[in-house]
């Protein structure tokens, strides 16, 4: 009985990042920002439901390996953003995908964020070779965030 109810507290974060995946995207789209009204309560749900999950029995193991995922993409990507080649709601969201992803394994963070820079890197050279951006435009990574977190979560699901 508690090893699903462990189960369920422990996706809480993913369930909420994919229910915020299309107002992020979008505005990220249309505005080239992550707002902190749906980045920031991930932070806390996803965290909460992995205390829960651990008190369940699911281990505290797994709690430290999503901390210190989420702590490693916060301090990679905020050197990133400190060279200003990454926006400041882009670090956020990375790390708490990371969070949320690094209960499951610590590899999958690096899945996820593998894929979102090989889809942004995939769209943006058509959009080069079509004409739509030049070389040293920048473009919106939120979604592709978003599209690596999604396959992420898949694995998770095949698993």
Known sequence: MF????????????????????????????????PNKYVL?????????QIVAGVLGAGFLNMLWALLAAAITFAISLVINRLGLLGMGDVKLMAVMSLALGWYSPLLPIIALGLSFLIAGL?????????????????????????????AITLVVWS
Do not use: C, H, Q
Not at 41 to 49: E, K, R, V
């Open 41 to 49: 309560p991930a932070f806390p749900i996803t965290w909460f439901g």
């Open 123 to 151: 769209v943006a050279v058509v959009l080069l070779a079509v004409k739509r951006i030049k070389l040293g435009s920048s473009m919106p990574l939120g979604p592709y965030l978003i599209a690596g977190f999604l396959g």
């Open 3 to 34: 090893e699903n109810l462990s189960s369920l507290f422990s996706a809480l974060g993913l369930g909420y990042l994919v229910l915020t995946a299309w107002p992020l995207a979008k505005t990220d789209i249309l505005e080239r920002r992550l």
